[in-house]
């Protein structure tokens, strides 16, 4: 019975404060009816029935007046309802704002407007929000185009709203409805991203095509359809997980091909000679393995400029990212550098200084096989390396193919599975699960089954990702961050490189100077604010230029700022 009276005043009155408020209400009004029922034939010398002492006390709290009841004539009593009168009305309002509040907010809430405001052209409509759209956003906004996203859950345009206010379009809208997409002015955009299901991106595609000449980029979680999602007209397919994947896999091999983030090519010749490639710039990014000579080592101890004309441009260390090395700042395991040279010379510090010295076949664990599991997996054994599938799907699997691929099916988060996989002989393992959690605890175990174990994890929540550097995960890879980054590289390219978005909200981008250059490297980094690390043409590349360093057309400028600075940057040389 008691139980079935909770259930009803939960569903009745679901607001645990306004619950809270009522009951107290309700115990005021029983205890000052019993009180007056008892007090008053004692203090007035008149008997009150329960109804009579009840209706009293209703119109004490409620200030409506007591008629034939006055005057009284004791003093207690006109305390005992002074009493109920403040008490009842006090309990009264803070029940009253209790039940208009959620009334009044979504009344006084701004709906999200239906259309674009203003007249644009050139834009970006984003079909979609979520985490991955703040990284697409995020990168897009070194550009000067506008950015509108419209979405047909109301909630997620208020979101948008939220959180960029009047920097970003945002629009509510029904995606089946031609009148959407009519007042995003999708006839005058440059792309359209769409970040929704396959399905809803399906017929976003087919329902857009014949409206716009805009370029469509499909975000998708599974390029399996990408044949037909391109079939429907989308120009490019992109599966942040397969992406994912890839990336994890490429932080297990050190070599110069896999771990390029940027070369330059000369613009003026398609097919450079070896001599041309090996004096032209690279950026790469090197891990720290264990077995590296350079490990327990200072920046100035190895004195890479010095010895080699490479830059040590930033690096990662146990999940922070340091902007400025200095030379007292010592490598170890959990050090991932970002260096910029010549191919040559990036070649010969790869060999000499970041080679691990390991004896025997190299092992590699992938915990879940999903998307991002098979895209590590085909990266690792076009490399060569020796793969353990850690997954309860596995056994069922297709398609695993690579030196020596074993299966092991069960929950990678079982000390028992990781046991099974032979983790204590893995040099790598890659955690891939679709489960945040799951990769938290599988990284916690791996690295106390492993202490010399590199680990590479995916996260799918930005909350996740220290979370897992303190379970000893070596490097994260934030999934809808890369999907973003992924994404905005398409939409940049005809103006600007973004070769690298770092995590303080700078990015190093590459720019080619199309008309009357700035004087020198000194003048350009004055004017705009942003850091100049180096210089291709064609038949020399500069790294750390001086200040007197000229610049011509034509000239590739590597560059790292912020948003402001890059925009001055890019306008400079545009």
Known sequence: MIRSVKKLITTVLPDRRLRSYVIILVAQIIFYTALVHLAFPLLEGRPLSWIDALFFVIETITTVGYGEMLPFTSDLTTVIVLIIMITGVFTVLMIIPAVLTPFLAGA???????????????????????????ALVDSLRISNQAVVVVDEREEMARAVRRRYGTRVHAVWGDYANPSTWTRVAIQ??????????????????????????????????????????????????????????????????????????????????????EGARGRSLKLIKAPIMEGCRCIGKSLGDLDLFGRYGVEVLFFWKAGTFVLHPKEEDVLNTSTMLFLLGRTESLAQVLEEEFAANVTGEELAIIAGYGDVGKGAFRELAASGIRCVVVDPRAGGEGGLQGPETHVVTGEAEHE????????????FCIVAINDDDANIFTTLMARNLNPGLRILARANDPSSVDKLYRAGANYVALLPTIGGQVTAGIILADFVQVLLDLPDGQKVVMKHITQH?????????????????????????????????????????????DVRTLKRFIRLLS
């Open 188 to 273: 005058h955009a440059s792309d359209i991203v769409i970040c929704e299901d396959e399905r809803t991106a399906a017929t976003i595609i087919l329902g857009i095509r014949e409206m716009t000449a805009a370029r469509i980029i499909a975000v998708v979680d599974d390029l399996s359809f990408d044949r037909y999602l391109r079939y429907a007209g989308a120009e490019y397919v992109l599966s942040p997980k397969n992406a994912t994947g890839t990336i994890l896999a490429r932080h297990t091999v050190l070599r110069p091909e896999v771990d390029t983030i940027y070369e330059a090519v000369s613009p003026d010749t398609m097919k450079p000679d």
């Open 517 to 561: 250059a700035p004087t020198t490297a000194g003048w350009l980094e004055k004017k705009s604010g942003a850091r100049i690390l180096g210089i291709e043409r064609e038949g020399r590349s500069v790294i750390r230029p001086g200040s007197r360093e000229p610049l011509q057309p034509g000239d590739a400028v590597v560059a790292v700022g």
């Open 108 to 134: 006084i809430r701004s709906t999200p407007p239906r259309r674009v405001s203003t007249k644009i052209t050139g834009h970006v409509v984003i079909a979609g929000y979520g985490e991955l759209t703040n």
């Open 416 to 427: 028992q599975v990781l046991t099974d996989a032979h983790i204590e002989d893995a040099r």
